[in-house]
């Protein structure tokens, strides 16, 4: 079975441009979480998505936003980047058993907001 | 101004001595917990999962423990390996899909 998938794998962006970033989870795990992870901060919970509503959401202004398809693929986007939004994003699928959530993640897309 | 990074626990073990890794968590309402092991470049990759009625739970080498009265667990690696070089984190989910991930541990096994 193949695993989480991220594209793109690194993004360079400039100050004041929006982005968007993409996950394709695992076949039949239908929620989908977004994690921040830099040096300053560790990995920090952005949201989760389960049948394309968002369900949960952690601490992070409103340019960070996230939609579901149908599919349950996902999409991130920040806009108005600002140089401290540099980081790993990473992905995460999950497959809920018993109501707790195995979380599996993707590579991740390293972006460099310059 | 600059971010000052998180300065990790490090962990030095020689190769084929057992490796502990302790992590303190905050909500005594969580119910379920993961290791997560991330090398270099990669995202994190699952390890070993535990929820709250149980105190241990053992994998392929690797053995977690939970004490829920002093909100702590523990991660050990028998016959650690240069392999097992990484950082370590275990999260704690608190609800959902929403983890909370501790600030992690590096682990380096000197050959």
């Known amino acids: 079975k193949a695993g989480v998938t991220q594209t793109p794998r690194y993004l360079i962006k400039t100050r004041g441009q929006q982005v968007t970033l993409s996950c394709s989870p695992i076949s039949g795990h239908r929620s989908v979480s977004w994690y921040q992870q830099t040096p300053g901060q560790g990995l920090q919970f952005l949201f989760e998505y389960f049948s394309e509503t968002q369900r949960n959401k952690g601490n992070f202004p409103g340019r960070f936003s996230g939609r579901q398809f149908s599919n349950s693929r996902s999409e991130m986007n920040v806009s108005t980047l600002e140089l401290g939004d540099s980081a790993l994003y990473l992905c995460?699928?999950?497959?809920?058993?018993?109501?707790?959530?195995?979380?599996?993640f993707g590579p991740g897309t390293r972006l460099t907001v310059t | 101004g600059e971010s000052v990074g998180l300065h990790l626990p490090t962990l030095s073990v020689q190769e084929g001595d057992n490796s502990i890794i302790n992590c303190a968590y905050s909500n005594s309402a969580s119910d379920y917990f993961i290791w997560y092991k991330q090398e270099s470049g990669k995202g994190p990759q699952f390890i070993i999962d535990i929820r709250s009625n149980m105190d241990k739970r053992q994998g392929q080498r690797v053995t977690v423990l939970l004490n829920k009265t002093v909100k702590h667990l523990s991660l050990q690696i028998a016959a650690t390996q240069p392999g097992d070089s990484a950082v370590y984190f275990c999260a704690e989910n608190q609800f959902r899909g929403k983890l909370i991930f501790g600030q992690g541990t590096e682990l380096s096994v000197k050959p």
């Open positions: 995460a699928s999950s497959l809920e058993m018993d109501g707790h959530y195995e979380q599996y």
